[in-house]
């Protein structure tokens, strides 16, 4: 059973860093991607960030271009978006996505930036 599971989520003041986890269980963990996206208020889901199965190829969104690192470790079977110099526009639920035979999506973790 593919299973995504998100932590880390929570309130930041502008300017502020957060780490977001993603445990992923059920598949072979270092075969598939991994993808970030979130969804702010009022918004459609966007993606955030995204890396290959070995982690060489990586990609952001222009929005956090610079200031967002994704990676992963494959030995954990855990996925990571390090958020820095956050702002308010990224507040949103954060999701973990992978696709195993089909679209799989974590529960999500809200992150909210307010000062």
């Known amino acids: 059973q593919v299973q995504l599971e998100e932590r880390g989520g929570g309130l930041v003041q502008p300017g502020g860093s957060l780490r977001l986890s993603c445990a992923a269980s059920?598949?072979?963990?270092?075969?598939?991607?991994m993808r970030w996206y979130r969804q702010g208020p009022g918004k459609e889901r966007e993606l955030v960030a995204g890396i290959s199965d070995s982690g060489d190829n990586i990609y952001y969104a222009p929005s956090v271009k610079g200031r967002f690192r994704i990676s992963r470790d494959n030995d954990r079977s855990m996925a990571y978006l390090q958020m820095n110099s956050l702002k308010p526009e990224d507040t949103a639920i954060y999701y973990c996505?992978?696709?195993?035979?089909?679209?799989?999506w974590g529960w999500g973790t809200q992150v909210t930036v307010a000062s």
């Open positions: 996505y992978t696709y195993v035979r089909g679209d799989r």
């Open positions: 059920g598949f072979l963990f270092n075969s598939y991607i």
